[in-house]
């Protein structure tokens, strides 16, 4: 089954107790600045303490998406200023479910679960904003500080360069990176 495929190849983030754990990209040509992006990753949350991030580029000046307190899933397709959008969909708990968001500045905006659609819309568009400083998986900064960290598991994050459709989320959203 795909779920014991993808917590084979996972890691915890802060799964005991809090904590301040998270992956830094340091070097991301690429991965800002660009529009259309693509944000992918299978998610276990096991809080929704204080907006858990799942990818991170500081969120009052560049993308973030993550889930907000009660578990829907948030993202900042620009920055802080543009705005953000929810699901009305909440990620269940101490389960695996796989999330999508893609960006294109003159399209739009569209956020998926397991695949499926669940939020699309033109309400936020225009240039995504640049952050100076590095990409978090599991965190973002406020002020230039780690917060918003993730508890639980990730697998498979995955951030494109382009707006990827729907078919080819739901073609990859199974194959292991490398695969």
């Known amino acids: 089954p795909a779920e014991a495929q993808v917590r084979q190849r996972s890691f915890s983030l802060n799964e005991a107790a809090p904590g301040n ?21 299978w998610v276990y949350p096991t809080s929704y303490d204080n907006f858990p991030t799942i990818v991170g580029n500081d969120f009052s000046v560049s993308y973030w998406l993550g889930l907000n307190t009660t578990g829907k899933v948030r993202f900042y397709p620009r920055d802080m200023l543009s705005g953000f959008v929810e699901t009305t969909q909440t990620v269940p708990l101490n389960k695996w479910t ?12 569209a956020i998926y679960l397991d695949g499926v659609v669940v939020l699309s819309g033109s309400s936020i568009i225009g240039p995504v904003g640049t952050s100076l400083g590095d990409l978090r998986i599991g965190a973002d900064r406020d002020a230039g500080v780690p917060q918003y960290f993730w508890r639980g598991y990730l697998d498979d994050v ?22």
């Open 98 to 109: 796989h999330v999508a968001a893609v960006y294109n500045s003159a399209a739009g905006y």
């Open 21 to 41: 754990e998270y992956l830094s990209v340091a070097i991301k040509n690429g991965l800002q600045g660009n529009s259309p992006y693509t944000i992918e990753a």
């Open 158 to 179: 995955r951030v494109w360069s382009v707006a990827r459709t729907g078919p080819q989320i739901r073609d990859l959203m199974l194959v292991g990176v490398g695969n």
